[in-house]
C-alpha cells in the first residue's frame, strides 16, 4: 500500500469483465475503490456488486457528461488522494510500482501517465497529459467530451513512468458504436456555435487524420493503420451530418 490513502474511482457502465480487470489493477495501490454506474442494463451492475461485496458502487445517470460524473466520483472518494481510470483501462506493472514511489506532499501536481491504446490495427503509444490519472481531491473536471481538469495549463504536471493501457476489446461493432456516440456528444456539444460549424468538423476531421497517421504513426502500419485512421476521423462529419439533419428539419416544419 501507498504511504498516502488514495481512492480508486473507475467510471463504468454495461462493462463487467472490463472493469473487473480495471478493479484488480488498481488495488494494489489504493486504499478503496468506488465505481461510478452509468445505469448498467445489462446485469454488470448487480455482478459488480456480487464480484466485489467491500467495494462502494453508486449509481448516477452520466447523460453525456463526463467531466459530470468525474467530479460527482471525487467528491464521493472518501480520501484526498483520488486514482481515476475508466473502465476499459487498467495499469501497468510498471505504473503500478512507480506509483509507490510518489510523493505525495504537494497536492497542487497532477500525475500523468503514458497510454498505451490496443486497437483493431495494433498498439500504439501516446503522452496523455491531457487527462490527468492521479490528483488531489479538490482538482474538478470541465468538458463534457474530452474533458480537462481545471486550471490544468497552469498546473504543475509530472509523468509516473508505466503505461496507462486502454484496451476496450475492440471489434468493428464497438469502434462503429464508439463513433456514434462521440458524433452526437460532439454535436450536441458544438450546435449552438452554428457560425461555419460545417468547416469546423471537417477541419477538424482532416486533423484528425494526419494526427492519427504521423503523429500516432499508424502510416507505418501498413494498410490496418491507414484503415483505422480513416475511421477514426469520421467522427466530426458525423457531427456535421447531424448538424445539416437538425437544419433541414427545422427548415421544413
Known sequence: MCNMKITGAILTKNNYELTVRAIRSI?????????????????????????????RILQRKMNGDFSSQRNYAIQASENDWVLMIDSDEYLSEELVDNIFRVN?????ILYWACRENLSISGPSIEKYKDRPILFHKNNRFHGKLHERIKNQT???????????????????ERLIADLEL?????????????????????????WTLLKYL????????????????????????????????????????
Open 182 to 206: 462521440y458524433s452526437k456528444l460532439k454535436y450536441e456539444k458544438n450546435q449552438h456555435k452554428s457560425t461555419f460549424f460545417k468547416y469546423r468538423m471537417l477541419t477538424l476531421s482532416v
Open 27 to 55: 488495488m494494489p495501490v489504493t486504499d478503496s475503490v468506488l465505481l461510478v454506474d452509468d445505469y448498467s442494463n445489462d446485469g454488470s451492475y448487480e455482478l459488480l456488486r456480487s464480484t466485489f461485496p467491500n467495494i
Open 104 to 108: 505525495f506532499e504537494n497536492a497542487d
Open 214 to 253: 504521423f503523429l500516432r504513426v499508424y502510416l507505418f502500419k501498413g494498410i490496418d493503420g491507414v484503415l483505422y485512421a480513416i475511421m477514426s476521423s469520421i467522427t466530426p462529419v458525423l457531427a456535421a451530418l447531424r448538424y445539416i439533419e437538425n437544419k433541414k428539419s427545422i427548415k421544413e416544419k
Open 154 to 172: 497552469t498546473a504543475k504536471l509530472r509523468k509516473i513512468s508505466g503505461y496507462l493501457v486502454h484496451d476496450k476489446k475492440q471489434t468493428v
